[in-house]
């Protein structure tokens, strides 16, 4: 390829390397120029444009891109359509990614023109989320550097999909004298929370003594599980520990205790009657990352862990700052207690409801009729339905009575907004300032008709109050939408937004506090229109 500026009366059939407006428009770059094109230019006084000439054998940046990205399909993957020199793939399955760092590394070695970028290994992935991109960064590429790269990709993939596959699970909880069953009811929540992205369930659940006959005979009862979690009352320190002796007492063997990844050293890996049995860490109690994620997901994903996987985890194992606790040893309860406070944090739900439905063109949305109910109705009864949330709240305004009467029985406290005029801004202070005695508020709109009363309780499950997870918003295949939670730490910076505005800034300004949790397309789909709330199974009914 050669590259550079030519008069235009010579560049027919040369790509144009930069955009050019003509009185008719613009001409793109990428553009192979044509007569006409030519013709546009020096009509609009252009007498020179710089351009890519292809050799003999060269590819444009698409044909390129996509011959590449034809290399890189396979089974769970949907690689899009080239355009500007990229193609994206995407996964066609919720799963854990797997790239080969050595075909990647060779990819990218054979020619800087043509670079892959994936996204890191085991990392969990959402149906449609991108996994990788092949971007070209010239407007054409020597032929036979895509052929070298083709023959890579031939010899060894590049990257694959491992998709979650259901799991039976048994939870097994042992007990010590003063140990809270708050506590207990939460680790199963939590452990609900983080099985639903693969779809598995926990089917039995067992508490017994922290002792280990009556943990090896809860241990001897799962036989119908495919996989086994059990949380000890005190952690796990030796081979000879409580959890280790039982599964040894009932017939499995003890594979690996331990691993370089903080939270989650005292992890313990075993194995009975050809099933993974693992010893949790007290920090897989609560929902933030943590070792027993690294494990736990690549099971879901029928991807097998060895003691030797787990010794090789120590590079990025180090998930969060320690200084605070810089003995460990000093002043512990417990490694189940480095997780657990006396209390969870206490959430209220705040229901948006006071908007003017401007978008409908007349009729307010919220008193659509959805399966012989209105949307407002459908809407609070799927927050009243979270297992973990506190008081529910309705922020009212436009149609104030309509909307309060279609709430008639329901439990729900009502919170007058005579500024709802004035833009989201006002409904969200007046939902926040009315909670004032929770430690955070989940912030739901009332237009959301596919949330589930699950959804809410896993992101109530991801809330931490502080730190990480002080904010929480629901995700649709990677990118963040509706709900969110909002700690009340956040009091201030709420109270000062103005207009038609939502949180969004305020999330941006304290990224470091925010989890994620992918709840799929009941993040994203709304009823601000007719045709999206036809779409959604709504009907307006006469009268």
Not at 413 to 421: G, H, K, L, T, W
């Amino acid at each position: 390829m050669r590259f550079g500026p030519v008069p235009v009366a010579q560049a027919e059939g040369a790509l144009l390397a930069h955009s050019r407006s003509v009185e008719a428009g613009r001409i793109a770059k990428g553009t192979r120029l044509t007569a006409d094109d030519v013709a546009t230019l020096l009509g609009a006084g252009i007498e020179s444009v710089v351009v890519a000439r292809l050799d003999a054998g060269d590819l444009t940046e698409d044909e390129a891109a996509a011959r590449i990205g034809a290399g890189l399909g396979g089974s769970h993957l949907a690689v899009a359509d080239a355009a500007t020199g990229r193609v994206n793939v995407h996964a066609a399955a919720s799963g854990l990614f797997v790239p080969d760092r050595e075909s990647v590394d060779r990819v990218n070695a054979v020619d800087p023109s043509i670079t892959l970028a994936t996204l890191d290994e085991f990392e969990p992935v959402a149906d449609g989320r991108m996994v990788a991109t092949v971007k070209i960064i010239p407007l054409a590429v020597s032929g036979a550097s895509v052929e070298r790269v083709l023959a890579i990709l031939a010899e060894k993939p590049a990257f694959r999909l491992s998709p979650y596959e259901p799991k039976r699970i048994a939870l097994i909880q042992t007990e010590l004298a003063g140990t809270r069953p708050k506590m207990l009811d939460k680790t199963r929540r939590v452990t609900e929370a983080r099985l639903a992205p693969s779809g598995s369930s926990v089917i039995a659940e067992w508490r017994c003594p922290h002792q280990a006959e009556p943990l090896a005979e809860s241990l001897r009862r799962a036989g119908d599980a495919d996989l086994v979690l059990v949380f000890g009352a005190s952690a796990v320190i030796d081979a000879d520990d409580v959890i280790p002796a039982a599964i040894r007492s009932a017939g499995g063997t003890v594979e690996y205790l331990g691993m370089p990844v903080d939270p989650g050293n005292l992890l313990l890996l075993g194995e009975l009657g050809g099933r993974p049995v693992l010893g949790a860490p007290g920090c897989a109690r609560s929902p933030k990352e943590n070792g027993f994620d690294w494990v736990i997901n690549r099971l879901l994903a029928d991807l097998p862990v060895t003691g030797e996987d787990i010794r090789k985890m120590g590079v990025g194992g180090l998930l969060m700052e320690i200084a605070s606790r810089p003995r460990p040893r000093e002043g512990e309860r417990d490694d189940a207690d480095t997780a657990q406070e006396d209390s969870d944090p206490a959430v209220d739900i705040v229901v948006l409801a006071a908007g003017r439905s401007s978008r409908m063109g007349g009729p307010n949305k919220l008193l659509a009729d959805f399966g012989g109910k209105s949307l407002i109705r459908r809407s609070v009864e799927t927050a009243l339905g979270a297992r973990n949330a506190e008081t529910v709240r309705v922020v009212t305004g436009h149609m104030q009575s309509e909307i309060v009467a279609a709430l008639d029985g329901l439990d729900v406290e009502i919170v007058e907004n005579p500024d709802f005029a004035d833009g989201l801004s006002t409904s969200l202070k007046a939902g926040f300032a009315a909670s004032r005695e929770a430690d955070g508020v989940l912030v739901m709109l009332a237009d959301q008709p596919l949330l589930t009363a699950t959804d809410l309780d896993r992101l109530i499950a991801a809330f931490t109050g502080r730190g990480r997870g002080a904010i929480v918003a629901a995700s649709d295949r990677g990118t963040r939408r509706n709900p969110v939670i909002l700690a009340r730490g956040f009091a201030e910076e709420i109270e000062a937004l103005a207009g038609d505005v939502g949180a969004a800034r305020l999330i941006a300004r304290h990224s470091e506090a925010l989890v994620e949790v992918e709840i799929g397309e009941a993040a994203s789909v709304d009823v601000d229109t007719p045709k999206a709330l036809a779409a959604a199974g709504g009907r307006f009914v006469a009268g």
